[in-house]
Each structure stands twice: as structure tokens, then as C-alpha cells.
């Protein structure tokens, strides 16, 4: 917003124009300036003309039989990514990228299959939000940064991003609606830390052990499991909220009862919740386990006294698991 307010006082506008704008994106969730009607014609197409506005489109539109549905974002240089909307009973949730590809290069996920291409800039993180109201019909009631990308290692776009989307000045969004994963980057936990918002945080652990988890997440960007878990506890401590467990169900990987059990006693002892993700078919290597596998994990996971839960099969169908949109899309190219 200030950087609105300094353009339209460049521009020769009275101080109202920039809360009249803001209506029309954060409440009205008009985005687009030439929708604007009661902004002045000449500011209208002056500022389509210095602003992107906006720079991403929908490309692709795949709805799941449940009702999720992903988008294949394009962006203004022709590379994309995927947003996903996700509504439930009595609410949508709407899980945004934070890069195009990932460094981090987790072998189980298509999104780091072909690294980094490039970051996204805390606009197009934010027009994810747009497109995905646009495509939900209203505003979405909670945001998950679990898209492509490994947010914590885009730190500055994506703060920014979250400072807007929480900002009483901007979307005004509830931090504790508004969940940040990572794979464990620690110095990036520690920035998140010290903006001393309540934002949920969500550590994609996979395993209990270091041995283990070698062998899922290359050496690039993996930090050791106890360093992840210090700097977990002390985002906790920082901003007063509980954080929560990823954990990638992979057949003959990671999903014996001992490492259950150890989870378990992992989270008790954090006082994090666990959730389970049973793997979606990206690599041929690593498969699902079983229905009743991963009852008997979660079942084991819980015997500790942990909160356990397993996530549901959501818009997993043909090229929907997370980052296959885009991946697939750049093999029709
Ligand atoms: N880079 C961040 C956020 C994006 S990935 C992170 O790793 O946390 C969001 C979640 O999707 C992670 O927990 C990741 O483990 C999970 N994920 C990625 N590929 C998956 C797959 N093929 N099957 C199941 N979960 C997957
Ligand atoms: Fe990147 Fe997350 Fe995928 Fe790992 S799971 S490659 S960190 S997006």
C-alpha cells in the first residue's frame, strides 16, 4: 500500500484514490483497474499502462470429481505455475507458489524435478490470491503456501506477500489463516521469527531420522533434523503458536511402525501435530503404502498421544499431484 500511495501522489491524485483502489481489490475483489468504474478514465489507463495488471492469467483449469480445482497460472514471461483451490464444507482454501520449480529438489515431488527456474516476485504471489478468489467466487477463508517452491528460500517476495495479504490496510487476512510449509531451511525459519506474526508453520519432516531423509532430500538445502527442530521450537516460542508436521507416506521408506512410533514421540515432545501425506505417483521409485499401512502408522503415530492426522486424497487425479500441471504443460510445449 505505501507503494500505491507514493505512485498516485506522484501521479497528481488526492490521498483517497489509494483507500478507493483498495476497496476494489480487497473488498469488492475487483482486480483488474479497468473494471474500476469510478476511478477517472486517464488514471485507469495510466496505470494499465506503468502496472502489469495484471501480468498472470489462467491457463489451464483441471477440476477434480471432489471439487478441487488446480490452475496452471501463466505468468508474464511465459513460464507458470499452479494454484489450487480447495473448498471444503463450509470454506475454500487456497494453496499458492512461491518459485517457478524448487531447488530444494525432494526426489518424491515433480515441482524440484527440473530445480529452480526463477522466483516469483511478491505480485505475482499476490495475483495467485486474486485468481484464486476470481475462481472460487469469493474471497478464500485460509491460505497455505504448499504450491511449487520452497517460499523460506524467496524470503523477501514472500514476506512482502504476507505482509499485504495480512495487513489491516490490505486483505486484512487472520495470520493464523495463513500457513507457511518448508522443508526444514532453517535460516529462513529464523527470518519468519522475527516478523513476530502469528503465521501457521507447517515442516515438511518425512522422516525421523537423518539417514532416511538423506535419501529423499538432496544434500543442497537439507539442514539436520535437530537443527530444523531447535528453530521450529523457537518460531513457536517467538510467535506463540504450535507448528505442525508434514510427512510424506512412502512405501518401504519411511513408513515402518518403529518410525511411527518415533514421530510420535517426536511431535509429543514438540508438541506438534502430524500430518500424513500419503505419497502422490510423481517418481517411479517411490510408492504409496497401503490403506491399511498407513492405518497402522497413523494408528502407531497416535498410540504416543499425538494429534494425527492423514491428509485426504484431494484432486490427485491424472497430472494433479502437486507440481504436475506444470511439468506436464512443458512437455506438450
Ligand atoms: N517446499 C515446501 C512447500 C511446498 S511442498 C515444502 O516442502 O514444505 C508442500 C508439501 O507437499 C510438502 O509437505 C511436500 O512434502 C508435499 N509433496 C510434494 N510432492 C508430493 C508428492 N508427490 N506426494 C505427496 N506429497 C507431496
Ligand atoms: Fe521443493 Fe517442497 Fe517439492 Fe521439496 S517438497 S522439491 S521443497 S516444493
Redesign the pocket.
Known sequence: MPELSSYLEAAGEPRFRAKQIAGWMYSKLVFRVADMTDLPAGLRDRMADDFLSPGSSVAERLESPDGTVKLRVLLHDGESVETVVIPSLNRVTLCIS?QVG?P?G?R????GANGLVRNLCAGEILEQFCLGCEEAGRRVDNIV???????LLNFQELSHALDVLSSPDGMAFAPRRITV????YVPGMRRLAELKKEYNL???L?AVDDRTRSSIIPDRVRYPINEILEAADAYRDAVNRFYTF?Y?LISGVNDSLPEAKKLGEIAMLHHAKVNL???????PE?SRPSQRAIRAFEQTVASTGAMVTV?SERG?GRDA???QLRISARRRQ
Not at 510449509?181 to 526444514?184: A, N
Not at 501425506?277 to 517418481?283: E, F, S
Open positions: 512461491t524448487c530444494v525432494c518424491f515431488c515433480a515441482s503456501f504448499m504450491g511449487i517452491g520452497e517460499g510449509s518448508t522443508s526444514g507447517a515442516i515438511s518425512h508434514e510424506t501425506i500419503p505419497v502422490n505417483p510423481v517418481n517411490f491428509r490427485s499431484a502437486c507440481g
